[in-house]
């Protein structure tokens, strides 16, 4: 009943910019609360790993391989959150994931809290 979904992926040369969305809807229902939120990326043969990480109000930690050039940003009437990419390297090449710890939601009169959603990834390739 809770989804995450993910878009602005893309392919871009290095150096180049791109700026994911992932936006949290419920089925006929209303969100009240996303805690914590991040974006994930996994890469062909690795494993997942974090890129950033964004709290409620604000805060922000960052992988030391995307500093000073990845910003992680919410705007949480819209239940949304943003990474905008700049400076991009063929290394950051992957499927980039959306992911909330914990949804407050209301369906049918009924209040709700699911934990550890994630979208359906969004592909981002640098190209040398």
Avoid at 90 to 102: G, L, M, N, S
Wanted: with cysteine; glycine share 10%.
């Amino acid at each position: 009943q809770v989804r995450l979904v993910e878009s602005g992926g893309g392919t871009v040369q290095s150096g180049g910019s791109l700026r994911l969305s992932c936006r949290a809807s419920v089925t006929s229902g209303q969100i009240s609360l996303i805690d914590g939120m991040a974006w994930f990326r996994q890469a062909p043969g690795k494993e997942r790993e974090v890129v950033a990480t964004i709290t409620t109000h604000g805060t922000t930690n960052y992988a030391d391989s995307v500093k000073d050039r990845f910003t992680i940003t919410r705007d949480n009437a819209e239940n949304a959150m943003y990474l905008q990419m700049n400076s991009l390297k063929p290394e950051d090449t992957a499927i980039y994931y959306c992911q909330a710890d914990r949804i407050d939601y209301r369906v049918r009169g009924t209040n709700a809290v699911g934990r550890h959603y994630w979208g359906q990834g969004t592909q981002v390739t640098v190209s040398s």
